[in-house]
């Protein structure tokens, strides 16, 4: 399991993505120059057997604590740290039985329930939202998301953000210098892709406005590399200082390599 958090200057409101079908803008800045690495292994999309799906898994629940994931009764994956984002893992196509304990804790179960995939995909299944009364407005959830992993053309990159902060409001995300938008009017569950020239970037998450110029609220710094996909998931409290959030959880950008 991988997880890279980014190290954010955070401030008061919130993060999200656009949705997977688009709607989100080309960014053709200059890149800044403040490197930031990222390091999820993955495979490729000529990999992926015939009648098999890939699926990877990410643990984006801040307040649930370690968990076990099973595929048909199976461990697939142990201990699994929150803000960690697994490699892909060979799965034969169509409906598994999935379920998600407390690490070494079977009898403690936060989901179970059949989820189907088709051959020659990719997916993410991201574990987002809170453990607790159904009444939450972001109760815990698996949001499940098929990813693009075809490759941009050398010297550009593709980057998809997926909003997981479960305090957090819609947002606008802009790079800072340029002020171009990257990401307009996004909100929680919802992600998106853009596609970039290669480098290194200083992103801004702001609070959302019409003008896309709402007070920045985080900033990460990211290192693009050309003909990859990434994708980054916003994640962690925004404001960490309530009693019923775990403090150690705050908001952060956990970035993983697609393809």
Known sequence: MLGIGTGATVGLAGCSGNSDQGGTETATSSPTETPMPTETATETP?????????????????NAPNVDVYVDGSAALEDVPFGAVSNYLTVP???HQVAITAAGDADTVVFDEELTVAAGTHYTAAAVGELGDDDDD????VLVLEDDVILPEDGMAKLRLVHTSPDAPAVDVTVE????????????????????????YTVQVRGDTMA????????????????????????GYLDPDDDDEPAENAFDLFVAVDA
């Open 177 to 200: 210098s340029s002020g171009d938008v990257l990401y307009d009017g996004v909100a929680f569950g919802e992600s998106g892709y853009v596609t970039v020239p290669e480098g290194a």
């Open 46 to 62: 000529e990999e992926t057997p015939m009648g098999s799906a890939m699926v990877r898994v990410a643990h984006l629940s801040p």
């Open 93 to 95: 196509a169509g409906a």
């Open 212 to 235: 896309n110029d709402g007070d920045v609220v985080a900033s990460f710094d990211v290192d693009l590399m050309g003909g990859t996909v990434y994708t980054a998931f916003a994640g």
């Open 138 to 141: 972001r109760p815990f959830e």
